[in-house]
C-alpha cells in the first residue's frame, strides 16, 4: 500500500523559510514523478512543483520560480520543498503527490496517483 507524508509545515512569519518533506512508502520510488501541490482556502488544488524520477528535471509554477525548489532523495524515499521568501499568500494545506511515470507528464492533480494527507503552512504578516 502507497503511503505518503508531509512533514515541515508550521506557522512562520513573512520571510521566514520553510522545508517540507515527503515520505513515501509501498512503491518503487525513483519510478515516480513527484509534485507539490497546495490548496488555500476557498480555492482550487494547485501544483507547486514537480521533479521526475531520476531527479534531473523539475517544474515550477511560474510566480514561485526562484522561491521554492523542489528536490528528492532516491535514496531515501523522500521528496522535499525548500520554500524561502514565504509571504502571506503562500499560506495553504500542501500536498505531496505521485505519479506512475518517470519523466513530467501531469502537472494537474488529476494525472497522480497517490496523495497524501497535506501539512499545513500558514505565514502571518
Known amino acids: 500500500q502507497v503511503q505518503l507524508v508531509e512533514t515541515g509545515g508550521g506557522l512562520v512569519q513573512a520571510g521566514d523559510s520553510l522545508r517540507l518533506a515527503c515520505a513515501a512508502t509501498?512503491?518503487?520510488?525513483?519510478?515516480?514523478?513527484m509534485a507539490w501541490f497546495r490548496q488555500a482556502p476557498g480555492k482550487y488544488r494547485e501544483i507547486v512543483a514537480a521533479?521526475?524520477?531520476?531527479?534531473?528535471?523539475?517544474y515550477y509554477t511560474f510566480p514561485l520560480k526562484g522561491r521554492f525548489t523542489i528536490s528528492r532523495d532516491n535514496a531515501k524515499n523522500t521528496m522535499y520543498l525548500q520554500m524561502n521568501n514565504l509571504k502571506p499568500e503562500d499560506t495553504a494545506v500542501y500536498y505531496c503527490?505521485?505519479?506512475?511515470?518517470?519523466?513530467?507528464?501531469?502537472?494537474?492533480?488529476?494525472?497522480?496517483?497517490?496523495w497524501g494527507k497535506g501539512t499545513q503552512v500558514t505565514v502571518s504578516s
Open positions: 503527490a505521485a505519479d506512475l511515470a518517470e519523466a513530467i507528464v501531469a502537472i494537474q492533480e488529476a494525472g497522480y496517483d497517490h
Open positions: 521533479i521526475n524520477g531520476n531527479g534531473g528535471d523539475t
Open positions: 509501498g512503491l518503487t520510488f525513483r519510478d515516480y514523478t
